[in-house]
């Protein structure tokens, strides 16, 4: 927790230090606290805009530590009655994802000829597991936790991609079962979709979207 506490502070303290050496700049100072609100909000605003998914990953591991935060962040999504309906499993083993990787390109040879493909999981060096109850409960609050991780890694210049197509060929696929096992996910629970996560190689530009699906009702 305290080397968690202590990432977070160094991310921080760059934005917030500011130099205060004479009376001259405490007025700079003041003016600087009344913008916070501003700035942060176009911080977030901006993470949120600029987020993108991504498929081309460089060969650089991400450190446990910003696995950890992102964690952490997932973990602090709001949820019904504070149920925290969700179970977590974080793989950044190399074996692990090289292993169904290769049981991915024998049943699956066309796929794996693809031009940039190293792995099943859109490339990705890390992979976050996500789960929840089986009878259905919960889906909702592991949605907000999902946004709540894939922000954080943006966050932290991580890039990500919600995945669901490599893990229905993992429920699907016998050869998968042991690996499923390794995950230790609860009997009651199912698993939802992977959040792969790597330092972007590639910078998708925005798709499109319909703002006729918002509207104001007076």
Not at 65 to 82: F, T, Y
Request: one cysteine or more; hydrophobic letters at 40%; charged letters at 20%.
């Amino acid at each position: 927790m305290h080397t968690i506490l202590k990432f977070l502070f160094s991310l921080c303290i760059g934005a917030v230090l500011m130099p205060s050496t004479s009376c001259s700049q405490g007025s700079a100072s003041a003016a600087a606290d009344a913008n916070t609100v501003r700035t942060d909000s176009a911080i977030v605003i901006d993470n949120i805009l600029n987020r993108r998914s991504i498929r081309a990953y460089t060969d650089q591991p991400v450190e446990r530590q910003k696995l950890e935060v992102i964690a952490r962040c997932g973990i602090n999504a709001p949820s019904g009655m504070n149920s925290q309906p969700w179970q977590v499993c974080i793989v950044d083993s190399p074996a692990y994802i090289d292993s169904l990787t290769a049981i991915f390109k024998k049943l699956q040879p066309e796929r794996a000829e693809q031009p940039g493909f190293k792995n099943m999981f859109r490339n990705a060096p890390a992979l976050i597991f996500v789960a929840s109850p089986s009878n259905g409960s919960g889906q909702v609050d592991c949605g907000l936790m999902g946004e709540n991780m894939v922000l954080a890694a943006e966050a932290m210049g991580l890039g990500t991609c919600i995945q669901g197509g490599p893990l229905a060929f993992m429920k699907n696929t016998k050869e998968c079962a042991p690996y499923i096992q390794q995950l230790q996910i609860p009997e009651d629970y199912e698993l939802l979709y992977i959040i792969g996560v790597g330092y972007p190689d590639e910078t998708p530009d925005a798709k499109p979207r319909d703002e006729s699906k918002v509207k104001f009702i007076d």
